[in-house]
């Protein structure tokens, strides 16, 4: 049964970018051996763990944009702005 941290599909791939020199020249008992050993040393090993969590990406369950508070009166006051600007950008320019 493979490690549970090997069902991170960012894991499994950092784990497999490791392992990968390895294919074809070990038989896959071997590499799965080497697989769970790397996972086991993340998840044990202080360093190890620390240095996976900092490198680890965030989770986005949703990406776009997010309407804050008084965003819609910051727009409003930016459109005004550019619009007194104008004039004066058209002498400028």
Not at 16 to 45: F, I, K
């Amino acid at each position: 049964m493979p490690h549970p941290l090997l069902s991170d599909p960012w894991i499994a791939e950092q784990i497999e970018s490791a392992v990968a020199p390895y294919a074809g020249r070990l038989p896959a008992r071997e590499l799965d051996w080497m697989r769970e050993q790397l996972a086991e040393m993340l998840t044990h090993d202080e360093h190890a763990s620390r240095l996976l969590r900092q490198a680890h990406p965030r989770e986005v369950e949703q990406s776009g944009e997010r309407l804050t508070p008084g965003a819609t009166e910051t727009a409003r006051l930016s459109d005004d702005l550019a619009d007194d600007l104008g004039p004066v950008r058209a002498k400028l320019g």
